[in-house]
């Protein structure tokens, strides 16, 4: 099956700071890629849906300035949360959009657990 | 607001008797619906979906019900094996979005 890795798996960081995660897609191309976030007890909750070549559509209440979201090739998405803080602290996970573009080829990857000090 | 409900966190069944994991959603614009099983460390991986067509769809050991006057969908696996033990998470989508609205998931135990 298709392969969506994400890296790092695990980030600590200071509140204030920046951090990038990247979500590829190792065995296809991926047009399209989503963000979600998922806080303890709580649902994946999608924050954006990234296209190649083009900006970001942020969901209602996400903001965009502060998740900066680049799809600069057909395998590679990346997540900048900028000037993190505590509140920030989630599981981030990225999806990749396969062949036939589908909700059942929508592929994901394992996450990324960021902790803000 | 969550839109999708999977009110029991966590199931534990017998090996080789039936599991049942029930799912409710409000939203009525959801057409499709899909089960994804997640074991530690790795992503949700797709396991079989349903649309609002179809009141049953069936993929050897897993079968998918939806009953749209109740809102409700439930995934049975039968038997249940070991192997089957993860995080089930349930999610529903509307004809022509790309949002796909999860569920909070419930960690299935088979017992050996």
């Known amino acids: 099956g298709a392969v969506v890795s994400q890296h790092p798996s695990r980030v600590i960081c200071k509140s204030g700071t920046s951090v990038k995660i990247e979500c590829r897609s190792l065995?296809?191309?991926?047009?399209?890629m989503f963000w979600y976030r998922q806080f303890p007890k709580q649902s994946l909750m999608l924050m954006a849906t990234?296209?190649?070549?083009?900006?970001?559509?942020?969901e209602q209440g996400v903001e965009k300035d502060k998740f900066l979201i680049n799809h600069a090739s057909l395998t590679l998405s990346t997540l900048t949360v900028t000037s993190a803080h505590p509140e920030d602290s989630s599981f981030y996970i990225c999806?990749?959009?396969?062949?036939?573009?589908?909700?059942?080829?929508?592929?994901f990857g394992p996450g990324t657990r960021l902790l803000v000090l | 607001d969550q839109q999708v409900k999977q009110n029991s966190p966590s199931l534990s069944v017998q090996e080789g008797r039936i599991s049942i994991l029930n799912c409710d959603y409000t939203?009525?614009?959801?057409?499709?619906f899909l089960w994804y099983k997640k074991y530690p460390a790795e992503g949700p991986t797709f396991l079989i979906s349903?649309?609002?067509?179809?009141d049953k769809n069936e993929d050897g050991r897993f079968t998918v019900f939806l009953n749209k006057s109740a809102k409700h969908l439930s995934l049975h696996i039968v038997p249940s094996q070991p192997g089957d033990s993860a995080v089930y998470f349930c999610?529903?989508?509307?004809?022509?979005?790309?949002?796909?609205?999860f569920g909070t998931g419930t960690r299935l135990t088979v017992i050996p």
């Open positions: 999806s990749a959009l396969g062949e036939p573009r589908r909700q059942e080829t929508q592929y």
């Open positions: 065995d296809f191309q991926a047009t399209t």
């Open positions: 990234s296209n190649e070549g083009s900006k970001a559509t942020y």
């Open positions: 939203n009525s614009m959801f057409d499709y």
């Open positions: 349903i649309s609002s067509i179809k």
């Open positions: 999610a529903a989508s509307a004809t022509g979005a790309n949002n796909l609205f």
